[in-house]
């Protein structure tokens, strides 16, 4: 089955676009990564994954109909090139939702509120955002799990940003990935702080969908990865039902690493990591060893994303000047 087959299901015959919609959606921060697909049109991942949204922080997407020939895409208030990456994803994106009216062209709207210095990606979000304002657009009703399934054919990871707290991504069985979704956990942890700490944001020049599809076929270190994140995915409900935050930023700060080792052991090699990167991760080995309870996890890029509780926020603070604090579950 392909992508247009799995959303035409859920196209009634008479949809067409009533009105302009606009949605927000958070950014997620995994804990267990999302790293290899067994489907890569469908964007089925060969593990289960786990993350926590961002609360605010994330992505507002408008989309409204347009007489045009082609789609306006828009990304924090600079028109993308119709022939960029990202205004193509978009635009294959929108196929799938006017398949029954190829003739419909949208303007695209879309903002990031992450801070700029704080070198997230907003694929994730950007994706669920821009799923619930079609969903709308078109008056299509889906449920919040249907949405999953739809975000997640934009973008893996999107599937885990239309929930906020917890979520996991169950990796599901089926060949046409309708049970493989994102599903909110029900424990909250309030205190919970992540940080953003920059240490580079250039852009990469190898992104995660290229990235994971390397290690998968060249690192042989690869195949020890999904027995990994299954072990991580476990410990992690257990931290999380237990409120065990030396257990949780344990097992975060080695899956991130284990992620990081299959893809220097890809070919070419993948290394996402600047001189600055690895300063930053022995600082927080040498803090943690000084006593201080902070771990950090990574994603395919140079930065770091600290995890600590709010009594060490002071600390934190003040040995890393600049560090963008979020608390997904408030205060
Ligand atoms: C390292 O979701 O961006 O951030 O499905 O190809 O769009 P595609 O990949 P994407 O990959 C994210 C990978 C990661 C880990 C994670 O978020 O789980």
């Not at 060249?218 to 030396?246: G, K």
Request: proline letters at 5%.
């Amino acid at each position: 089955m392909n992508r247009a087959e799995i959303m035409a299901g859920w196209l009634p015959e008479t949809a067409t676009p009533k009105v302009s919609a606009e949605h927000f959606a958070p950014s997620n921060i995994a804990l267990c990564k999302y790293w290899g697909k067994r489907d890569t049109e469908l964007n089925l991942p060969v593990n289960a994954s786990l993350s926590v949204s961002l609360d605010q922080l994330g992505s507002r997407t408008r989309v409204e109909p347009i007489e045009s020939v082609s789609d306006e895409v828009w990304l924090n208030g600079m028109r993308q090139p119709a022939d960029s990456r990202f205004a193509s994803r978009v635009s294959a994106f929108i196929d799938l939702f006017r398949s029954r009216h190829p003739e419909l062209a949208f303007r695209v709207h879309s903002v990031n509120n992450i801070p700029t210095a704080a070198g997230l990606a907003s694929s994730a979000s950007g994706f669920a955002a821009l799923t619930k304002a079609l969903d709308d657009a078109f008056g299509l009703g889906l449920s919040p799990t249907q949405q999953s399934v739809a975000a997640r054919l934009g973008s893996g990871s999107a599937c885990r940003s239309l929930f906020d707290g917890f979520v996991e991504w169950q990796m599901g069985v089926r060949e046409d990935g309708l049970d493989s979704h994102g599903v909110r956990l029900e424990q909250t942890w309030p205190g919970l702080c992540i940080g953003l700490l920059k240490v580079d944001e250039s852009e990469k020049s190898v992104d995660s969908r290229a990235g994971m599809q390397r290690t998968k076929e060249t690192a042989h270190l690869y195949q020890s990865w999904p027995l990994q994140a299954a072990a991580d995915l476990s410990r992690l409900q257990q931290a999380i039902e237990t409120r065990d935050f030396a257990l949780l930023g344990s097992v975060a700060e080695q899956n991130a690493l284990s992620m990081h080792a299959t893809m220097i052991a890809s070919w070419p090699p993948l290394l996402y990591w600047q001189p600055g990167s690895v300063a930053a991760m022995q600082k927080v080995w040498r803090l943690r060893a000084e006593g201080l309870a902070v771990y950090f996890t990574m994603d395919a890029g140079p930065n770091l994303k600290l995890l600590f509780e709010a009594a060490s926020r002071p600390a934190l603070e003040a040995q890393f000047p600049g560090l963008e604090i979020v608390q997904p579950f408030g205060v």
